[in-house]
């Protein structure tokens, strides 16, 4: 299975994505194997599966040591709230201060169709968030007041051009 990442433009990432069915969908094995190599390949700690043009309710999170997949996410709570810069693999070179919660309480199937409910906090909540959001059709620059995603956009533009001299 070859996939790759779409970028900001592309409407898919505006699109909610359906719930993964183990038993009409099959086993996602593959499509996670795939996901991982695409977000790690990436320099990437998080990548859900309409980023690579999926609309399925699944994503991937971690590194090499400790990966996560998430199947048909859900936050059953959220507490805290921390303001923190995030990127996004789909939109390369942005970086956005957004607001999330510190703690979540969540539930997820994994690969075999088994139910976990675990607790996240700090950087694996935000990851969890941001991939959580992207099977909504929601992405970050939507997150952030217009003022601050120009001004980063801007910022992206001066050092694209930096990079080219």
């Excluded at 699944?58 to 090499?64: D, K």
């Excluded at 709570?77 to 390369?92: K, Y």
């Excluded at 970050?140 to 956009?153: G, H, I, M, N, Q």
Aim: some cysteine; hydrophobic content about 40%; charged content about 30%.
């Amino acid at each position: 299975m070859e996939i790759k990442l779409v970028k900001e433009t592309d409407e898919v990432l505006r699109q909610t994505a359906e719930p993964w069915d183990f038993e009409k969908d099959g086993d996602p094995s593959d499509l996670i194997r795939n996901m991982a190599r695409v977000m790690m390949e990436n320099n990437g700690i998080g990548l859900a599966a309409p980023q690579v043009g999926i609309m399925k309710s699944i994503f991937v999170m971690g590194n090499q040591d400790k990966l996560y997949a998430c199947i048909n996410p859900e936050i059953l709570d959220a507490t805290g709230n921390v303001m923190d810069l995030e990127g996004c693999l789909s939109f390369p070179d942005l970086w956005l201060r957004v607001r999330r919660a510190e703690t979540i309480k969540v539930r997820y199937q994994n690969v075999v169709g088994e139910t976990i409910e675990t607790e996240f906090t700090g950087l694996i909540a935000r990851v969890y968030q941001h991939e959580k959001d992207h099977l909504s059709g929601v992405c970050f620059d939507t997150r952030v007041a217009k003022l601050s995603l120009e001004l980063a956009k801007n910022r992206r533009k001066k050092r694209s051009r930096k990079s080219l001299n």
